[in-house]
């Protein structure tokens, strides 16, 4: 399969002002080379258990809403 150059030339220089990228920072090499148009949205990583939630599932009633 053929690619048009200027196709790619424009996906490699053009980067769009929002980006969400679907793992956390701490997995993605090179983070410091990603400015404030990235958004990462994977689960917090971190040793000291910030981010981490305790989920009251005893107390949920219902079917699971996704």
Do not use: K, W
């Amino acid at each position: 399969m053929m690619y048009r150059t200027d196709f790619l030339d424009e996906l490699a220089e053009e980067v769009p002002d929002l980006n969400i990228v679907y793992t956390s920072r701490e997995f993605q090499l090179f983070e410091d080379e990603f400015d404030e148009r990235f958004h990462f949205v994977g689960p917090p990583i971190s040793d000291d258990g910030e981010g981490s939630q305790d989920i009251p599932y005893d107390e949920m009633d219902g079917p699971p809403v996704c």
